[in-house]
């Protein structure tokens, strides 16, 4: 069943109906399969695609590296469950990089008040040792979609034969 | 003033312009326009296979090739249709490279048919059989295939339209437009025919990696007794997503695979360069590009029909190619005004049965080969559509 959260993935507007269709599957058993996978936290909920950019005032987003000093029993869960405590924090990552362990995107109302953020509430953590702060100028592309008008999503092909 | 309309070739004056265009010059001009009437896949070709078109550029390889094709793209184009399809071909004198399966189409019949030869035709088909036969001085003879069939050419549909003139049967399956399907028990009833009558087969296999549900296409060549009086037709243009490189082949007996060499030859000398360095790439390491998009293409496919028949657009399940042929008998129009409102008014594009054939009427080209999102808002218009012409 990974093609259905293959297809929910790429878009959560279809019916259960239309889902079972495409899966050539009983109508109840997607039902059945989509709460399996809620209750599992599998599925974690279906957002709107929102191209920020062109919305006005929406604000500014930055791309937070920190790096972080492990703590012997939990490793860097600690520092990640408090860093993602906080609402404007969008998401958190533990990455496999030499140069930084977590990875945060947060969303501000100016860069100003992200790099605040930053300095007063992030780089102040016990373990944390150290942050590289990225503005994000433009997206584009989010969860599978291309935000920017790209050539390719225009019709290209010819009507022929 | 010349008189230019009466220097054109006779034959070909005759010829009308193919029923499709029209529709396509009515969404072209509107803006807005949802169309599932394109019938090229809506992928890219995938981006391994590109780039060894690419490579072949930047080593400087610009020059024709040999005129039936690179020996390599041959040898590859044996392998794979003993792979895929369990059927041998001599790579030095029983295949092809054409432009297209189209070239192959028109070299084919160009090859075999004397002025009254007959050809038998399916319909409904691909549009380009009939003109191709016409041009080659011999006599289209239509089989109308039917839905309570599956759209499936019959044992006993192919024997009635049989005479001492017949000399070739075109067997377009997977169908366009129909996505009908012949299975191997269907083959070997039409294989009992051809062999009784003695005539030959052109079987345009171009959608033979596009069949859903667990059978695979079964090649008219691998019939019994089959592969001496077939010329298979097939490309890379549906496989593999290649439609704007322009490659194809033949594959059949060797004088006759000579024969239409020699035509291809001073027609077209040879097949695109670039393409041919491509299509290597391509079956060698494309399959499993073929069954990513299949699965795809078999998605869309089945949300479409499900959500016609339950619009009460009936259609039989289409088992291959990327079209449904729903009935739209429901709407009490023929098919040309059916399609004309649709796209007048909600502005959503397919193509009328008609255009495929006269035994098309009370039907229609629906093409899947586009995004499920786009899919889903063509569906949304053509049920209101429905609702509002009174369903």
Redesign the interface.
């Known amino acids: 069943m990974n093609r259905l959260l293959d297809i929910l993935s790429r878009n959560a507007d279809f019916t259960t109906a239309q889902l079972a269709a495409m899966l050539g599957e009983s109508e109840d058993a997607v039902k059945k399969q989509i709460e399996d996978y809620k209750e599992k936290g599998i599925i974690k909920g279906s957002n709107t695609l929102i191209n920020w950019d062109k919305v006005e005032d929406s604000g500014v987003t930055a791309i937070i590296e920190l790096k972080v000093t492990p703590k012997p029993e939990t490793g860097f869960d600690d520092t990640a469950k408090i860093v993602m405590s906080y609402d404007n924090v969008e998401s958190v990552y533990l990455a496999a990089s030499s140069r930084y362990d977590l990875i945060a995107t947060v969303k501000g109302r100016t860069i100003q008040e992200i790099a605040e953020f930053v300095s007063k509430r992030l780089s102040t953590l016990d373990n944390v040792i150290g942050t590289a702060t990225s503005f994000i100028l433009t997206q584009y592309k989010g969860g599978g979609v291309c935000f920017v008008d790209s050539e390719e999503q225009e019709e290209q092909r010819s009507m022929i034969l | 003033m010349i008189e230019y309309n009466s220097l054109i070739n006779k034959k070909l004056s005759g010829i009308k312009p193919?029923g499709?265009?029209r529709f396509?010059d009515i969404?072209?001009e509107m803006d807005h326009v949802i169309?599932l009437?394109?019938?090229?896949p809506?992928f890219t070709t995938p981006w391994h296979v590109r780039q060894e078109g690419i490579e072949s550029l930047r080593r400087g390889h610009t020059w024709y090739s040999p005129n039936s094709g690179f020996a390599e793209l041959r040898g590859q184009i044996s392998n794979y249709y003993a792979r895929r399809f369990n059927v041998e071909y001599d790579p030095g004198h029983e295949i092809l490279v054409t432009v297209g399966g189209s070239e192959a189409i028109d070299l084919c019949i160009r090859a075999l048919v004397n002025e009254g030869d007959e050809v038998l035709i399916p319909q409904p088909a691909?549009?380009?059989y009939d003109p191709m036969t016409v041009m080659a001085g011999g006599t289209p003879v239509i089989i109308e295939t039917k839905a309570e069939n599956g759209f499936r050419l019959t044992a006993k549909e192919l024997e009635e339209k049989i005479t001492p003139k017949t000399k070739l049967l075109i067997l377009p399956f997977p169908n366009n437009p129909t996505g009908a399907v012949m299975r191997r028990e269907h083959l070997e009833e039409i294989a009992k025919v051809i062999e009784k009558h003695n005539i030959l087969v052109l079987s345009d296999e171009i959608y033979g990696e596009l069949t859903y549900g667990k059978e695979r296409h079964v090649s008219f060549a691998d019939i019994k007794g089959m592969k001496e009086r077939t010329i298979v037709v097939s490309g890379f243009s549906k496989a593999y997503a290649m439609t704007g490189w322009r490659l194809g082949y033949a594959l059949g007996p060797a004088p006759v695979i000579s024969a239409m060499t020699k035509l291809h030859q001073y027609a077209i000398m040879s097949a695109p360069t670039t393409a041919q360095y491509a299509a290597i790439e391509a079956l060698k390491h494309g399959d499993s590009d073929i069954e990513h998009m299949r699965?795809e293409y078999d998605?869309?496919r089945?949300?479409i029909?499900?959500?016609f028949c339950r619009m009460g657009l009936t259609c039989f399940e289409p088992e291959g190619a990327f079209y449904v042929f729903p009935s739209i008998k429901i709407s009490g129009m023929d098919s040309e005004t059916f399609c004309e409102k649709l796209i007048y008014s909600q502005k959503v594009a397919i193509v009328p049965g008609t255009a495929f054939g006269d035994c098309g009427e009370g039907f229609a080209r629906v093409s899947y080969s586009y995004s499920?999102?786009h899919i889903?808002e063509a569906l949304v218009r053509i049920e209101k559509f429905l609702n509002e012409n009174g369903k």
């Open positions: 193919s499709i265009r396509f969404a072209n169309s009437s394109i019938g090229e809506d691909f549009v380009c699965e998605i869309r089945r949300l029909v499900d959500e499920l999102k889903q």
